[in-house]
């Protein structure tokens, strides 16, 4: 096992219990060490060594966490907590990426003309230190863009990439990604009997309806008569809720009809998606021992004639873990259109 907690330009191992986190739907990685030793202390015992030099580990130092030699979070220590009890005695250190302060702080004032979306957000994480790299095209300049009052520096860029239909990520280096779902694929399958240790499945429709309705207004101009601006309407029938469960949106922008028919059918797909989720266990961190580590936002195909899986699906999440059991990934799967994105229109466009 090899997980180094480097915590300025100082390597620390030998940890007997680890979780790393990294999630499509989290702005930053997030992690938890820890290691325990015998009581009274023990010099020669080796955990007692690490539980020694560990406790010069302070809260906001900066770190980064590496599995076997890849860095999976860079950020800070958010908190060291010590603890014994009457045979023994541990500390536990957990933290984030540096990425977790553009959720937890107010964005700079400012206002764009005529700029690109990784321009903004750009500027928007340059007090942060923080890099906004991008693998997808983020479409037009913004005509104008403007901080709101109190807005945190990620609500300001997801805001952004809404209108873009762009996914925003932590990178695990300290970074943001732009980006889209399934741009990069597994290197190997996941099947029952080969590769997975275990699998739950959870398939839900409490967040679907039968009838979907988004109302809106659209934009008057010449050609468009008073009654169509006053109110534009689109419907979708999913017809795999039996029963008449009916939802009515408001649309968000100024939209037409077809526009408005788009957003409905949109919403029904993607609450479709994202009630069905799979949580699997396999051994090790790695696709395969020589491989890549398993990452969120790729394409995996999965074989389980028990959950009645055999198809892609989206890596969500992945938790790396290491305990008794050893080394263990958690990856949560999700159909790819539960990260599907409509764009939403700039004010005044």
Sequence with gaps: MTVTLKVNN???????????RQSM?????????GVAGEWPSNTGSKNNQVLSQIQSINKGDLCGILLEGETLSTGFIDSANPSYDAGSHSIAISGRDATGDLVDCSADPGQWLNQKLESIAA?????????????????????????NEGETAFAAIERLCRMRAVLIMPDGKGSLILTRAGTARASVSLERGVNILSASGQSSDLNRYSH???????????GISSEEVAGSIGQYRDKAIKRYRPLVLQAEQSTNNISANDRAAWEANVRAARGLKITIKVQGWREKPDGQIWRPNRLVHMKCNWL??????LISAVNWTYSEAGKISTLTLVPKGAFSLLPVAEKGA
């Excluded at 009645?308 to 699906?313: E, F, P």
Aim: hydrophobic content about 35%.
């Design 10 to 20: 100082k390597d620390f191992t030998g940890w007997t219990a680890v979780s790393v």
């Design 25 to 33: 739907e989290a702005a930053a990685s997030s992690f938890s060490l």
């Design 123 to 147: 500027d928007i994480c340059k007090p942060f230190g923080i890099r906004v790299l991008k693998n997808v095209d983020t479409g037009q300049v913004f005509n104008t863009f403007k901080i």
């Design 212 to 222: 979907y309705t988004v109302k809106g207004q659209q934009q008057g101009h010449s």
């Design 308 to 313: 009645g899986v055999n198809h892609d699906l």
